[in-house]
């Protein structure tokens, strides 16, 4: 599966005007949301909405990160989130599911 390299992710970020010391994450937290957010690119063609542009896909991670610094933190954002509905059994609705 494709993965994008630091280099790029500083590319992009630069082409989106982030700046670093004032966004709030690091170009290396920018670089793992990119990577995460391959899962709308070719990997699933069913999916697919960024066909793996750069541009586009750090377009996605910006507003993910922009809206919540953490969102890609594997103790508090989205992959705690996953983890935590996997692990639940039975029906979602009207439940809440608590990270711990």
Avoid at 15 to 41: C, Q, R, V, W, Y
Avoid at 57 to 66: D, E, F, P, R, V
Wanted: avoid cysteine.
């Amino acid at each position: 599966m494709k993965e994008f390299t630091l280099d790029e992710a500083l590319a992009v970020a630069q082409t989106l005007g982030i700046d670093f010391s004032k966004a709030g994450f690091t170009p290396e937290e920018f670089l793992e949301g990119m990577n995460i957010e391959l899962e709308h690119g070719l990997v699933d063609p069913e999916t697919n909405v960024t066909n793996d542009d750069p541009l586009v896909t750090g377009k996605i991670a910006m507003a993910h990160l922009n809206e919540f610094p953490e969102y890609y933190h594997p103790d508090v954002g989205l992959e705690a989130w996953e983890h935590a509905v996997e692990a639940y059994k039975g029906d979602l609705k009207g439940k809440k599911i608590q990270i711990v």
